[in-house]
């Protein structure tokens, strides 16, 4: 059973840092692309960044980039999400995803190319 377990979320101050992890069960996070995206109150969920699985080549929404980084560690089997600079903004509730194992995706900001998706971590950025 495919399984996406998410966490790191929290409160933090505006210029703090989290490091959101996406710990993956019943496949191998190599084999799929995993997407962090984040839902926002009264928003639409949106994509943030993303690591493809047939180059690895890592992918970032304009609003973070520069900011956050993507990351995977294939011993712990684990996506990570490093998020520097935090702002108001980046308030929301984040959620990594993935693909079906060795699937090559082109819609890769659109919900419906995940069928397997983590329960989200909230992140708070306040003064």
């Known amino acids: 059973e495919v399984q996406l377990q998410a966490s790191g979320g929290g409160s933090v101050q505006p210029g703090g840092s989290l490091r959101l992890s996406c710990a993956a069960s019943?496949?191998?996070?190599?084999?799929?692309?995993i997407g962090w995206f984040r839902q926002a109150p009264g928003k639409e969920r949106e994509g943030v960044s993303f690591?493809?699985?047939?180059?690895?080549?890592?992918i970032y929404a304009d609003s973070v980039k520069g900011r956050f980084t993507i990351s995977r560690d294939n011993a712990k089997n684990t996506v990570y999400l490093q998020m520097n600079s935090l702002q108001p903004e980046d308030t929301a509730v984040y959620f990594c995803?993935?693909?079906?194992?060795?699937?090559?995706?082109?819609?890769?900001?659109?919900?419906?190319?995940?069928?397997?998706w983590g329960q989200g971590t909230l992140v708070t950025v306040s003064s």
């Open positions: 019943g496949f191998t996070v190599h084999d799929s692309t």
């Open positions: 690591l493809r699985n047939r180059d690895s080549r890592a």
């Open positions: 995803a993935a693909t079906e194992r060795k699937k090559i995706i082109s819609a890769l900001w659109d919900l419906i190319s995940y069928p397997y």
